[in-house]
């Protein structure tokens, strides 16, 4: 499915307050939820677009990256739905209602629905493992070109020895008798209304569903331990200082086999020596001596991708302007190339020779020297001369 926009998902406006969105999100999960459409794969798909775009517009930091970058922020890469994004198009049913289901008062219980995949009303809990976050320094030639980056991760892995499970053995688990595998109970209480039915998260097991009877020897029945990943992070081209990037599912790993957190990437730029950066475009000091800003000629410039040549015309004035186009920085989400702007200043020694004194002496005599004379001026000058 063609990826839209996140406001257009929810049907709601780019200034909708976190309230509106909140809602607009519960009613369009509602409408697709997958007992509503039982083996409807494009209400399914719609029910995963619109967790999709609430996790991102329900965020004030992801908002904030999505409004800015659009996808590319989410994503790094425009239109991609690769190992960055919200989703990344990897998010299962589950893990949907485990991140969102408390906004409908249970992971399961979508208005009275029973849930997906648990059947009878189960709200199984699975724990999340928290989000990791590094930094990445990169040079004006990484930030055009893009880069590829790798990073010694120390975090919480799944326990090898349980596979994450926490239990020692293939029978160290059984369901938990108190709520018989749903993860969650429910009390029944008469009151003047009526009988009322709440729905709480299991005591005994606390949401999961299962209880560990043999706890694994290695993790404590954990299912994490702590050691460490590398891992490979593609870096588009275009990115900005202050721009994050988040990798999903390569954060700490969850407790019992639960979902993993997130890589979070925070960028930072490396100022060139020669080269700002203003947006897209780049700008560039040019410093001309007098003889070349007055004769013209050809100086090097540098740029992203080495140095080029550029042609002086003769009678240069500082303050000129050079564009370079096209020699900029590419945008983060596609749409084209900045320019490379080269601002002309004139260097004026401040000592000279006796032989280079003279030669201003009389450049300073010349008609061509005189600053602000017009050219009726020097013609009546001209013409005058001939008659004294």
Sequence with gaps: ????????????????????????????????????????????????????AYDVLSNPDKRARYDQF????????????????????SMSMDDIFSMFGDIFGGRGGFGGFSGFGGGGGSQQRRFRGSDLRVKVKLSLKEVATGVEKKFKLKKYVPCSHCHGTGAEGTGGTETCPTCKGT????????????TMQTRSTCPTCGGEGKIIKNKCKECAGEGIVYGEEVVTVKIPAGVA?????????????????????????????EPDKELIREDNDLIYNLLL???????????????????????IEPGTQPGKVLRLRGKGLPSVNGYGTGDLLVNVS???????????????????????????????????????????
Excluded: C
Excluded at 183 to 194: E, F, K
Excluded at 242 to 265: C, E, R, S, V
Excluded at 293 to 305: M, N, Q, R, W
């Design 1 to 52: 499915m063609e990826k839209r926009d996140y406001y257009e998902v929810l049907g709601v406006d780019k200034k909708a307050s976190a309230d509106e969105i909140k809602k607009a999100y519960r009613k369009k999960a509602i409408q697709y939820h997958p007992d509503r459409n039982p083996g409807d794969k494009e209400a399914e798909e719609k029910f995963k677009e619109a967790a999709e």
């Design 346 to 388: 004139v260097y004026i020694p401040e000592t000279l020779s006796k032989e280079e004194k003279k030669q201003m002496e009389d450049w300073d005599k010349s008609e061509n020297f005189i600053p602000n004379t017009s050219i009726k001026e020097k013609i009546f000058r001209k013409f005058k001369s001939l008659f004294d």
């Design 183 to 194: 993860g969650s109970v429910v009390r029944t209480q008469q009151t003047i209304l009526g």
């Design 241 to 269: 200082e202050g721009m994050q990037l988040t990798m999903n599912g390569k954060g700490n790993a969850g407790k019992h086999g639960g979902i993993p957190g997130d890589l979070l990437i925070y960028i930072e730029e």
């Design 70 to 89: 659009g996808f590319a922020g989410m994503s790094g890469a425009a239109g991609n739905g690769g190992p960055f994004g919200g989703f990344g198009g």
């Design 289 to 311: 001596s007098v003889p070349t800003a007055a004769l013209g000629g050809a100086v090097e410039i540098p740029t992203v991708d080495g140095k080029v040549k550029v042609k």
